[in-house]
């Protein structure tokens, strides 16, 4: 298990930016990978995207493909979800997780063993 801890979110209008972070305690961050989610109040948790353990592979689901971007910094035991061009769509309650699975890149959530509390996006029209 790893302690996960998000920050970064926030009130933004249409097509503005956001920067996410999650700083991760606990097992060796760089074991992990590491994954971002959101949940809408309209909407099941859904996946973003994820970072394979060094950083070398990313994947993001369709919607939010080219305007996010996963990114860690193993050194620092940190996270980030970049997220631009926003729409009033990707407003929701952003999580990251840590898996210690022995893949490079897990899309679904009952692969993830730890989960922060999330926080707030919110992207106005």
């Given at each position: 298990?790893?302690?996960?801890?998000?920050?970064?979110?926030?009130?933004?209008?249409a097509g503005g930016s956001l920067r996410l972070?999650?700083?991760a305690s606990g097992r060796t961050f760089s074991d992990a990978?590491?994954?971002?989610?959101?949940?809408?109040?309209?909407?099941?948790?859904?996946?973003?995207?994820?970072?394979?353990?060094g950083g070398?592979?990313?994947?993001?689901s369709d919607s939010v493909k080219r305007r996010f971007t996963i990114s860690r910094d193993n050194a620092a035991n940190m996270v980030y979800l970049e997220m631009n061009?926003?729409?009033p769509e990707d407003t929701a309650v952003y999580y990251c997780a840590a898996t210690f699975r022995g893949g490079v890149i897990y899309t679904l959530e009952e692969l993830y063993e730890s989960w922060g509390q999330g926080t707030q996006v919110t992207v106005s029209s």
């Open positions: 298990q790893v302690h996960l801890v998000e920050s970064g979110g926030g009130f933004v209008q972070s999650c700083a990978v590491m994954g971002w989610f959101r949940q809408s109040q309209t909407k099941e948790r859904e996946y973003v995207a994820c970072i394979s353990r070398s592979s990313t994947d993001y061009n926003l729409k």
